[in-house]
């Protein structure tokens, strides 16, 4: 895909997302992802809960000393009772989907998916390259993590903006069942 049209993508993704009420980046370098998220204002805290094996994974892993060197304290998920209302998640999305602002969030572990689901403030990273213009040109990334095999995901979701309902009394409420600031960062491939 071509710089330009990524780059289309990506400002048709941020506008989806921003409508849904989150928020996204986009940045050229694991040097700049680590910068964008430490001055997040939802980062006062300065903890980040990540889901379990997160260091091992390719190139994310490689954020993590970045995150560490700018006075960020990281700490690995065990369950989701420790997860509970933590200031902030880390984690990866499979993909992307640029006409709904959507992105796959898909894990085999609960501590894992509990990173995606409990903390208050959930931020996610996206290979650049993954951004798709719809869901139905994914169709093929999908079936590789649906099939038996080592990519296998048995848990998989797509996600648009912050946890929202609007059960209590028809009023709008943001973050009650979920994250109340949800924050997609693209970062170039390397």
Same mark, same amino acid.
């Given at each position: 895909?071509?710089?330009?049209?990524?780059?289309?993508?990506?400002?048709?993704?941020?506008?989806?997302?921003?409508?849904?009420?989150?928020? %996204? #980046?986009?940045?050229? %370098? /694991?040097?700049?992802?680590?910068?964008?998220?430490?001055? #997040?204002?939802?980062?006062?805290?300065? =903890?980040?809960? /990540?889901?379990?094996?997160?260091?091992?994974?390719? @190139?994310?892993?490689? /954020?993590?000393?970045?995150?560490?060197?700018?006075?960020?304290?990281? +700490?690995?998920?065990?369950?989701?009772?420790?997860?509970?209302?933590?200031?902030?998640?880390?984690?990866?999305?499979? =993909?992307?989907?640029? +006409?709904?602002? %959507?992105?796959?969030?898909?894990?085999?572990? =609960?501590? !894992?998916? !509990?990173?995606?689901?409990?903390?208050? !403030?959930?931020?996610?990273?996206?290979?650049?390259?993954?951004?798709? @213009?719809?869901?139905?040109?994914?169709? +093929?990334? /999908?079936?590789?993590?649906?099939?038996?095999?080592?990519?296998?995901?048995? #848990?998989?979701?797509?996600?648009?903006? @912050? %946890?929202?309902?609007?059960?209590?009394?028809?009023?709008?409420?943001?973050?009650?069942?979920?994250?109340?600031?949800?924050?997609? =960062?693209?970062?170039?491939?390397?």
């Amino acid at each position: 895909m071509q710089i330009q049209e990524q780059r289309t993508l990506y400002s048709q993704f941020e506008r989806r997302l921003r409508a849904a009420g989150g928020e %996204s #980046h986009y940045a050229d %370098s /694991l040097e700049e992802a680590a910068r964008l998220i430490v001055e #997040h204002p939802a980062l006062t805290e300065k =903890l980040i809960m /990540l889901p379990p094996g997160f260091a091992q994974r390719e @190139p994310w892993g490689a /954020l993590l000393p970045l995150l560490e060197a700018r006075g960020i304290t990281l +700490e690995e998920a065990e369950g989701p009772r420790e997860i509970a209302d933590a200031p902030a998640g880390l984690s990866d999305a499979h =993909l992307a989907i640029a +006409e709904t602002g %959507s992105v796959l969030v898909a894990e085999n572990n =609960l501590a !894992a998916r !509990a990173v995606t689901m409990l903390t208050i !403030a959930h931020f996610v990273l996206v290979q650049a390259r993954e951004l798709y @213009p719809m869901l139905e040109s994914a169709g +093929e990334r /999908l079936r590789q993590l649906s099939t038996p095999g080592t990519e296998q995901q048995h #848990h998989m979701t797509l996600v648009t903006g @912050p %946890s929202r309902t609007a059960d209590i009394e028809r009023t709008l409420t943001i973050g009650v069942q979920g994250p109340r600031v949800f924050y997609v =960062l693209f970062v170039e491939s390397n």
